[in-house]
């Protein structure tokens, strides 16, 4: 466009060297269309303008990573002169990286036409993903001249990670689970056989696996086991959100939302109760979210993703002042590519929780499958 601008100055300042060396009628013509026409094009396209109405939508709101995402865009032409040429710009910006793209449409229509257009996107990565009209420029037929357009409109997509589910049998799981636990009740009996509830005398309808022979042979009577019931504590999330904003850091934590997304939906499934927590560096505090449904998991998620990414470990130093670490068992996500772990002393919750090195988790692309499948044996 400035190439062209600077062409039509020199054919302007040509015509006037003419009208100045030579008192013709046809030169001097030449030279006021020339200077005319700027003009008479902007309030042409300034009328044209007002004849253009633009429509954006985007039908899905959440999507998960990879997923395409549709934007349709549809301009009505009202005026009966075509429009030349139409440029829309709209940037795609990552609320939890700051990192923006720019996408570009341009297209002409007809007069007393619309012409309805689809622009698809990739979401690449997870996350909020804001999107709004930048700018609108409309061209004349010699793309000398542009004036400024008008459409309003943004929205919001959620990009959720991908979800991985465990490959093996979840009830096997569950059992190499509770069996790692080292509390049981005291009011109640249970089916644990590591430990031995209570004593009692045989009944009609008992189980005759859990006879007790070697006592049952000093009696009349014959007695049965109870076993106990494990106490399994409150299983907590710990999501370290340590990352850069540059292409491999945005990969970096996707790997911890989809390894967080796979526990959480893991523990769900599995009926045994958690809680979620990270840190909010716009307000700098550390939250905590009780998880009960898919429902929940999913909103946390979705929180979790709109937080902006730090360099600074926040989650873990500020855990251990807080009051969230009572009676359980934490497990912090964090990137593989942070596995200097030199900040991490032996710390020790007000109530006595500790992190133990198999508790520490370190998201990978090749190893989130591997953390769903053998997480109950590595707690």
């Keep these: 466009m ?15 060297s003419v009208n100045i060396l030579y008192i013709e009628y046809t030169p001097f013509i030449l030279l006021i269309i020339m200077i005319l026409f700027p003009i008479v094009i902007r309030v042409f396209l300034k009328i044209q303008t007002n004849h253009l109405e633009i429509q954006i939508s985007i039908q899905d709101k959440i999507v998960s990573q990879g997923d395409t995402v549709v934007i349709k865009t549809k301009i009505h032409n009202t005026f009966i002169f075509p429009t030349p040429n139409i440029v829309l710009k709209f940037r795609v910006r990552y609320l939890n990286y700051d990192v923006d793209n720019v996408h570009t449409i341009n297209s002409s229509v007809r007069g007393n036409r619309v012409f309805e257009l689809n622009t698809n996107l990739i979401m690449n990565y997870c996350g909020t993903v804001y999107l709004y009209v930048e700018q609108v420029r409309l061209f004349d037929y010699l793309s000398l001249f542009k004036v400024k357009g008008r459409c309003f409109y943004n929205s919001s997509i959620v990009v959720m990670p991908k979800l991985y589910k465990p490959t093996h049998d979840n009830e096997r799981a569950y059992n190499a689970y509770v069996s790692e636990v080292d509390e049981y009740s005291q009011d109640k009996s249970g089916d644990d056989p590591s430990e031995i509830f209570d004593l009692r005398e045989y009944a009609d309808g008992d189980n005759l696996n859990r006879i007790h022979w070697k006592l049952s042979s000093r009696g009349e009577s014959l007695i049965v086991k109870e076993y106990s019931c494990p106490i399994a504590k409150t299983e907590l999330i710990l999501v370290e959100l340590l ?46 979210i009780t998880i009960d449904s898919f429902e929940k998991l999913q909103s946390a998620v979705i929180n979790i993703i709109e937080m902006k990414v730090y360099k600074e470990p926040y ?22 590519a942070y596995e200097n772990l030199e900040y991490m002393d032996a710390k020790v919750g007000k109530n006595g929780g500790c992190i133990g090195e198999n508790n ?14 053998l997480f109950y044996l590595k707690v």
Excluded: P
């Design 2 to 16: 400035l190439k062209r601008k600077i062409l039509y100055l020199v054919a302007l300042v040509c015509v006037l």
């Design 243 to 288: 990352a850069t904003s540059s292409k491999a850091g945005k990969k970096n934590i996707d790997y911890i939302y989809q390894t967080v997304y796979a526990l959480g939906n893991y523990f769900w499934h599995n009926e045994i109760s958690f809680k979620l927590a990270y840190y909010d560096i716009s307000s700098c505090n550390l939250k905590c």
């Design 315 to 336: 989650a873990w130093n500020n855990f251990w002042i807080s009051e969230i670490s009572e009676d359980a068992r934490i497990h912090y996500i964090m990137s593989k």
């Design 360 to 373: 520490i988790i370190l998201a990978d692309e090749n190893n989130i499958q591997e953390i769903v499948d």
